[in-house]
C-alpha cells in the first residue's frame, strides 16, 4: 500500500504515525516513570541519592522509547516494544508494593 497519493499522506498512513506518536510519548512516559520507582526502591545508596540518580536515568528511558517506536518497522512492533516492558516492570512494582 502507498502511503502517499498526489494529494499528500493517506489517511491509514496518518493514522500510523499518530499511533507511534501515542506509543512513544504515553509508553515512554509509563516506562520511563516504572523504572524510575523501581530502580529507586533497589539501588542500594541513600535514599536521596538513589532517587536521583533513577530520575536521571529515566530521561535514558524516554529518549530509547522514542527513537525505538519510530524505528520499529511498523506500529504494531512499536507497541509490542512498549507493551511488553510495561508489563514486566507493572508486575515487579506489583511483587515489590505487595510485599511492604
Not at 499522506?9 to 506509543?23: F, G, K, N, W
Not at 520507582?37 to 536521583?52: C, G, H, K, N, Y
Amino acid at each position: 500500500m502507498k502511503s502517499t497519493t498526489q494529494s499528500g499522506p493517506t489517511a491509514y498512513y496518518r493514522l500510523a504515525v499518530l499511533s507511534r506518536l501515542v506509543a512513544a510519548v504515553a509508553g515512554g512516559y509509563a516506562l520511563a516513570s516504572l523504572s524510575t520507582s523501581l530502580l529507586a526502591a533497589w539501588l542500594p545508596m541513600a535514599r536521596a541519592d538513589a532517587v536521583m540518580t533513577a530520575t536521571m536515568f529515566s530521561f535514558i528511558v524516554f529518549t530509547v522509547v522514542v527513537i525505538w517506536v519510530f524505528a520499529a518497522r511498523d506500529a504494531w512492533r512499536a507497541w509490542a516494544a512498549v507493551a511488553l516492558p510495561l508489563l514486566v516492570l507493572g508486575g515487579l512494582e506489583w511483587l515489590r508494593r505487595s510485599a511492604s
